[in-house]
């Protein structure tokens, strides 16, 4: 599996700035980071990548679509049976 | 959480631009899907990009039910399909009369850790608060070195 996040301190050496800078970016929300443990954080490197490559994602107005039928969620998934009864056992 | 048509709008923009300042590559931008019961749902499809190879997906599914002008959300399934390590995690609330009767249970969890063999159909699982939330819970999983584990989960069907 190839690696998917940096750590806080490869992210400080990659942007010459203080592991707590770091932290900081994270803690404010201008970097996304997950918190693992108390002292542990990872940064998906799709997240630094687009963190680098700066500007925010453009907005949009989301259409409202009229639809005869949504598709139903979990499609494809057995749902459970109902349990049978003890009744239905001994029929 | 009940929110207005114009509030559900912003709150669907708000999510497509969180996962995307997650580095997921967003196919389409989403639509509010309303139907003849007024039931309104919504589909986010992103990819996770990798270096080699095909990447991860992360779906995000949300239904939302009338409630006197408003809406709350009502269903929601949420995927990480993980084609690298061919393996599925996914969050759900769907069915619910069903997995009660059935189970006790509203929310059901999924885990493949062979995509397309399932060990056990669903496992038990806690609420996930939102769409931000189980969008932050699938990247967890997605990042964690030792990959997509169903060890430590409780199978329902057991």
């Known amino acids: 599996m190839n690696r998917r996040f940096y750590t806080p301190r490869e992210v400080a050496e990659m942007l010459g700035v203080s592991t707590t800078t770091v932290l900081k970016l994270i803690h404010d929300g201008s970097l996304p980071g997950i918190r693992v443990s108390e002292r542990i954080y990872r940064i998906p490197i799709p997240a630094f990548e687009r963190f680098q490559a700066g500007g925010a994602a453009p907005s949009f107005t989301p259409q409202v679509r009229r639809v005869e039928r949504l598709e139903p969620l979990g499609e494809g998934e057995e749902l459970p049976r109902r349990r049978e009864s003890p009744v239905d056992v001994i029929r | ?158």
């Open chain 2, 1 to 158: 959480m009940s929110l207005d048509l114009a509030g559900l709008g912003r709150y669907l923009v708000g999510l497509t631009t969180y996962v995307e300042r997650w580095g997921v590559e967003i196919g389409h931008l989403p639509s509010l899907d309303r139907d003849p019961d007024d039931v309104i749902g919504f589909v986010i499809e992103g990819r996770l990009p990798a270096t080699t190879g095909p990447g991860a997906e992360i779906i995000l599914r949300e239904r939302w039910s009338p409630d006197a002008g408003r809406w709350e959300r009502s269903e929601y399934a949420y995927e990480l399909i993980d084609h690298e390590l061919a393996s599925r995690r996914a969050f759900h609330q769907h069915d619910s009369e069903a997995f009660i009767r059935r189970f006790r249970v509203v929310v059901h969890e999924h885990c493949e850790g062979v995509l397309g063999s399932p060990d056990r159909l669903h496992y038990a699982g806690l609420p996930v608060l939102d769409g931000y939330d189980g969008a932050r819970r699938l990247l967890a999983i997605w990042v964690d070195p030792g990959g997509i584990s169903c060890e430590g989960l409780t199978c329902l069907e057991a």
